[in-house]
Nanobody, 125 residues
Framework: QVQLVESGGGSVQAGGSLRLSCAAS????????MGWFRQCPGKDREGLAA???????TYADSVKGRFAISKDNAKNTLYLQMNSLKPEDTGMYFC???????????????????WGKGTLVTISS
């Protein structure tokens, strides 16, 4: 059983930064692709960024240039560095893992093999 636990959410002002973490356990870190998703109030869940099994990173256009995904294999932890935050970035942020999909597929994915429970990000204007 895979467990994913997100942390690092909080409240910041527009223009600020946050770094989200996703601690993975219950399996060896590979060969899963992993990604960050969010669900903003009144909107569908969207993929933001993903790292494939080969280390390739893919980003959604909405966050390209502002967000950066990375992972520390030794710590079994996935990160999302979020800069230049906007009020419209407010939402619940989730990490997820998938055995089969590559990073491009993960960013567009509707379903993933495993999901965390999420961490709340609130950006004030």
């Amino acid at each position: 059983q895979v467990q994913l636990v997100e942390s690092g959410g909080g409240s910041v002002q527009a223009g600020g930064s946050l770094r989200l973490s996703c601690a993975a356990s219950g399996y060896t870190y590979g060969p899963y692709s992993m990604g960050w998703f969010r669900q903003c109030p009144g909107k569908d869940r969207e993929g933001l960024a993903a790292i494939g099994r080969d280390g390739t990173a893919t980003y959604a256009d909405s966050v390209k240039g502002r967000f950066a995904i990375s992972k520390d294999n030794a710590k079994n932890t996935l990160y999302l560095q979020m800069n230049s935050l906007k009020p419209e970035d407010t939402g619940m942020y989730f990490c997820a893992a998938d055995l089969a999909q590559n990073s491009e597929e993960v960013v567009k994915a509707i379903s993933m093999d495993y999901w965390g429970k999420g961490t709340l990000v609130t950006i004030s204007s």
